[in-house]
């Protein structure tokens, strides 16, 4: 999966604004120049460290709950359907075209240029869904709730018709309600400070104005026509000087890029788990062992004892489910298969008098089997 490659939007936009200077009349000081997003993004990439590890990693409860945080079984997808491939693609490409070299003769303002795509690519980076929904999951996971399918779709908006009538289609929810729900189950986790730094790094002014072309860019400040900025300073403005609106993107850019590292380093963080099948459900006697792709942990196999298997997987080649759907507000629905007409006592699953059954996965040839002792079964 591609990441965002670095945070060049906001640094490009500084580089811009050094070469020439902020105005006819002075340059820009080394303190307003220096905001260097490589120390934010460590300063973000230590505070989300706490959120990216499972509550209790020797309950195979919590385990399952954190890697469907990670993995977000959604269902099937194709290989170009992951909105998150498009949306850091998308910063990519305005990065790439922001680093050439924009002569004058094409651009009137090539540092302007520059800022606008800088603009561009903070609005649709913090209106990324994939980005709130992993942090309000794992946020839920340490209230003690479950996974999330659509954590945000209470939210929606009804579209109703000119008599009143509910047509069924819905207005998603804004980054601000998203925020706001987020907010409260950090505070209930007791990690308000991962919302505060979410906060922070987003301005719905900003991004109003640019969404809705009600602003101006000048060689000295972001100008907004209809709404007003809150400036660090303590007054209500709607002229942003550049290098106050720099560093906003800057610091966004190390925010959503120390997310995307911190869901990488946490997916590669189960390599002990790999080629093993863990008891799951005791009463049903399922199985479940974690799946990989290259050392990222990408999905889950589940054997029950009646040849029956689930599956779910995301990887470079889209997502693909088997046997399991997910809840849209918690929770996801596992497929058994068929319940014994006459139990025995070993499972549900299995009728009176006959030995469990478990299939071997998709190239191997021995099947696994419930462990007496509780513990890991390899697999081979």
Known sequence: MRTLASCRAGIIFRES???RGEGP???MSQAELEKPSDAHFRQYLALLAPLFKPVDDTNLGDLFEFVCCLVHPSGVEGTDENHLVETTALIDDLDAFSGQNLLGSDFAHPERTRARLALLSYCHLTEGDFFYTLLVNLLRVRCGERWALAPFADLARPIKAKKGADTGRRIPPSPNKKIARLHEYATKAGMPEVSAALKDVYISEIRNAVFHADYTLSDAEFHMIKDYYHSPKGYLTRDVPLPELLALVDRSFAFYYAILNRH??????????????FPFDLRLKGL???????????????????????????TSNGSHALN????VQGGLNIEVGMYATAPGPFSPLVENGQQPVYTPAPGRTTPPYWPCDGQPVPLK
């Open 25 to 27: 009349d002075r340059k």
């Open 264 to 277: 990488v380093l946490a997916r590669g963080g189960f390599a002990h788990l790999r080629d093993k099948a």
């Open 17 to 19: 604004l050094e070469n």
């Open 324 to 327: 399991m759907w997910p809840e």
């Open 288 to 314: 479940i062992e974690f799946l990989f792709e290259d050392d990222l942990i990408c999905g889950f196999r589940v054997y029950w004892p009646n040849q029956q298997q689930a599956q779910f997987t995301r």
